[in-house]
């Protein structure tokens, strides 16, 4: 027995695949045979004779196929049941899987137009995710949050299919950003009194950390936040040695931070599903104890930025929803709406700082085509109680895992982090590159998980305390160099998801700001003190790492493009030819590697060994991310080498000389300081060192303040 075919059929429907096979598929050649999962396909026999010339009983050569179901999506595979090949194998199944492809293609459902003013959110999805609806209805706040995963969803997809005719929200008096006529209302004409500030946070999540740190430097803040505030889509987690930044800024207590620890686990595991790979491509699980072993209570967290961000100073005027910015010379002027009343409100300032996410409408307009070159979408919950003793031991993590092969064009992952008592956060995501006729959905992977999350842990879903939905898109963005995507205008920056902020393995942007939050508060805070909020100053204030870059291809890998049928186990044996080398490795090298801070030399031994243990692993990413992106990848590779040499000459006197030099070039070319501030954080970040923060930076003793025009 042999087996010749492996194939994933993208549909749930494995009833109507088994039908098709057994009734109406017509094979050209060999008899059909019925099986209860498939048929078998029966050719002629010989009578074969032993060295005694006693008969034996014939052997008939049989193709068998036969169907199955899991991660909501049907496999099929075929085997041979000869010592070798049958007459025309290979013609029958070329007919096979090409009439196969036919009749079950790839499906992209569109999203249901939703009406709530004659239906409940409930009433509307129910016909398409039922499940879905089902057990949002189990939540405390569930019809809220499925409104919120349907907007969600809505708002991307609308930025996918419309990418080069973003609606326009920033406008210029100066005409850098043309305007249009199809801007939404006329808010030059308010009435309303206008509040100034020096820093605007849009999206109060991620902007509350960046902001409470820049109101405790003295700068008037004001965050706004188009949710309740303190209301999260998503749990974070974190490691120890990188929320060591938010204590070092000043920002928390070490007292505090243990406070909003919800739970700290031993281990983390990391394990690809390997059933269906060749012996060489197995990896033992990886263990990561010291990767996102932290879970931090977020609404707790959130609450404590706010309090210590009013405290400040700041304000935060939350359930308000974000317009439209006008800039101007001296200052911009964001236009809102209070959603409760209805009302219109606005706030003008030196600087808009854009923290509204992966949908926000100032990165789309920004960036246009290349706003975003992937994105995980990622659903899951948080549940408080349920699963039946021994499932999970709460001391660990489950960090990357699958349990399956490509599903539907996806491949799925699954992450699992204990929380407070006996909660369990988990997620369900894939990564995908962005396409039109499939921008990627939240409800279809909803659907997906509470389908199959009992195929992950044993668990009976009508059991499980169901506490909160989690979920987002988390966009990618594969940089050439630190140019090569805008995240600030004039007076206008993004950080976290709105910058493309991540990493290709499983950070997202929380993990990725809070790493880089020094080196992104001390460039801002020289730019706001010397005024330069030009876009030419503000778009070098990023955390661009040329090793994070180059690492982009592992995520190609990680990709299935729309419309093509690859070997269902193409990515779990590309995922387990390099977790398998880091289970090989000392631990220092896994921790650094998922951490973003691997160096040049650790990156090509890596690389090295990839390639030797898996010979067609190229092939297969050149298959899979195109020729293009592949040569593409290669200028990056060199720009990552020529930047780990220049940081490597660069790394004994140029951070001193910086300091030396500080306090004269600051003064007398301030223009020239920042680039050069900019630069030496580049090649810290160019030797993989994280940033080392010292105390404090001097607070402010006066905010600026620029008169309302």
Known sequence: ?????????????????????????????????????????????????????????????????????????????????????????????????????????????????????KQSIFEALAPYYPKTVHFFQKMPKGEYDLNRVYWWEKRWREGVRNPQQPKQVVFSRGGLVPRNSDAEGDFNSLSSRSSTYDLIYIGGALGVIHAAVMAQLGYRVLLIERLSFGRMNREWNIARDEFQCLIDLGLFTQAEFESIISREYIDGFNKFFDGNNPPHLQAAVLHTPTVLNIALDSEKFLKLCGEKLKKAGGEIWDETEFIRADIEPEQIVVSLRHLPSQSHRQASGRLLV?????????????????????????????????????????????????????????????????????????????????????????????????????????????????????FGYIPGHFSADSSDRTVAFERIIAIGDAASLQSPLIFTGFGSLVRNLYRLTDLLNTALRHNLLSAKDLNQIRAYQSNVAVTWLFSKGMMVPTGSHLPPQRINSILNTFFGLLADEAPIVADTFIKDRTNWLTFNQLALKAARQNPTLILWIWEMAGAKDFVRWIGIYLGFTVEALVSWLFRGWFPSLIENIKPWVEKHYPALWLKLLARNYALNAGLSRSEKVTPPMAKRTQPVIVSNK
């Open 354 to 470: 854009d923290a509204m996410g992966s949908a926000s409408p100032i990165a789309l307009q920004l960036n246009q085509i290349r706003a975003f070159d992937s994105v995980c979408p990622t659903v899951g919950a948080v549940i408080a109680k349920g699963f039946e003793a021994g499932v999970w031991d709460s001391d660990y993590g489950d960090v990357l895992n699958s349990h399956g092969d490509i599903s539907r064009g996806r491949q799925l992952i699954w992450e699992l982090f204990p929380g407070a008592d006996e909660d369990l956060t988990i997620y369900l995501f894939h990564y995908h590159q962005l396409n039109p006729q499939n921008p990627g959905s939240l409800l279809e992977m909803y659907e997906d998980f509470f389908t199959i999350l009992p195929e992950y842990r044993r668990c009976d879903l009508e059991k499980l305390e169901w506490k909160k939905a989690t």
């Open 1 to 117: 027995m042999k087996e010749i075919c492996y194939i994933e059929v993208p549909t749930p429907d494995t009833e109507s695949v088994r039908l098709w096979l057994q009734q109406q598929w017509k094979p050209q050649l060999g008899k059909k045979i019925i099986t209860p999962d498939g048929i078998r396909l029966q050719f002629d026999s010989k009578l074969k004779i032993n060295s005694n010339h006693s008969s034996v009983a014939a052997s008939i050569p049989e193709i068998s196929i036969f169907v199955w179901s899991v991660q909501r999506t049907t496999y099929l595979k075929v085997f041979r049941w000869a010592n070798k090949s049958i007459t025309s194998e290979s013609q029958i199944l070329q007919q096979f899987e090409q009439e196969l492809r036919n009749q079950f293609p790839y499906q992209y459902p569109e999203l249901p137009v939703v009406d709530l003013s």
